[in-house]
T-cell receptor, first 112, second 112 residues
């Protein structure tokens, strides 16, 4: 098992609500990436954080936002939840630039 | 934009046979190609990777080949076992920027 931990493991929300997901990176890793994995699909890149700054972003609207803290842990915030936001949200940590990404177990979000 | 295609989407093999999964990528600047195995309800786990300066890499029953000219890479599993049953994702990225583009996945079933 990797040292990447995510919380909560499961979450149920209703449309229009807001949600915050948390990720603690593996010891020594300074980069955190977030992915959305819909059922039966591959993970889709949301964004990446390095040294508390957003380093890149996938094709997700601005209501998906994030933070990275000085200890390299990270949060993913999603505002105005939509039914299509129901998915497994994975975070992955790594060293900067091209090193292996290690995934957490994910947070399963259901939007009703 | 960047895209990774993966075939087949489902694959069934008899225990002991070989399995081959093929991927193509669109961004010629991609230079790192990891493969992840995801068992049902679990996190993606890195099983093997290859960098663009290498044509082939082996690790016990698993091998990966890369054809940079054709922008193809493949995963080969020999002597398959029931515990190899899972969804396999190929991915591509540029090591100067850790945005990982995943393929859509291959569901491998190994029949005892």
């Amino acid at each position: 098992e990797t040292g990447v931990t995510q919380s909560p493991t499961h979450l149920i929300k209703t449309r229009g609500q807001q949600v915050t997901l948390r990720c603690s990176s593996q010891s020594g890793h300074n980069t955190v990436s977030w992915y959305q994995q819909a059922l039966g699909q591959g993970p889709q890149f949301i964004f990446q954080y390095y040294r508390e700054e957003e380093n890149g972003r996938g094709n997700f609207p601005p209501r998906f936002s994030g933070l990275q803290f000085p200890n390299y842990s990270s949060e993913l915030n999603v505002n105005a939840l939509e039914l299509d936001d129901s998915a497994l949200y994975l975070c992955a940590s790594s060293f900067w630039q091209g090193n292996i990404q290690y995934f957490g177990a994910g947070t399963r979000l259901s939007v009703l | 934009g960047e895209n990774v295609e993966q075939h087949p989407s489902t694959l069934s093999v008899q225990e002991g046979d070989s399995a081959v999964i093929k991927c193509t990528y669109s961004d010629s600047a991609s230079n790192y190609f990891p493969w992840y195995k995801q068992e049902l309800g679990k996190r993606p786990q890195l099983i093997i990777d290859i960098r663009s300066n290498v044509g082939e890499k082996k690790d016990q029953r698993i091998a990966v080949t890369l054809n940079k000219t054709a922008k193809h890479f493949s995963l080969h599993i020999t002597e398959t076992q029931p515990e190899d049953s899972a969804v396999y994702f190929c991915a591509a990225l540029k090591t100067s920027y850790d945005k990982v583009i995943f393929g859509p996945g291959t569901s491998l079933s190994v029949i005892p």
